[in-house]
């Protein structure tokens, strides 16, 4: 064989191969370009979603941080009547039905 033979035959492999490989290229390009549209579209749909939730919880929470703050605010006056409940009970006789019973646990 000659020597220009295998120069030209060489070139020819090394052009066929950088078409197969820019082939290649542009194949996975569209492939990834598509995925990327599909990923697109499925974070701009929980995108949506989770912006929606916490619009929600965001226009739920100053009256639930309201309603709670009234509660909390009530809770010292709670906690005295209670405590106050006991002393005033043991002057008085109990129900038949109450007696020997522990009012957490149902019995003694």
């Known amino acids: 064989m000659s ?9 020819i492999e090394i052009v066929a191969l950088v ?9 996975i ?3 990834l370009r598509a995925v990327a549209n599909a990923l ?3 974070s701009g ?5 989770i912006q929606g939730n916490v619009f929600l ?11 709670l703050d009234a509660i ?7 906690a005295e009547k209670a405590e106050s409940l006991p002393s ?3 002057g008085a006789p109990q129900p038949q039905s109450q007696q020997g019973r522990d009012p957490v646990i149902g019995r003694r």
Request: aromatic letters at 2%.
């Open 72 to 78: 909390g605010a009530m809770l010292p006056a709670v």
């Open 45 to 49: 749909g929980v995108l949506s979603a």
């Open 3 to 11: 020597t220009t033979l295998l120069v030209v035959l060489t070139v």
């Open 29 to 31: 390009t569209a492939r």
């Open 19 to 27: 078409a197969v490989l820019a082939l290649f290229v542009i194949a």
């Open 88 to 90: 005033q009970k043991s």
């Open 57 to 67: 919880v965001g226009a739920g929470s100053s009256i639930l941080n309201n309603q």
């Open 40 to 42: 697109e579209q499925v």
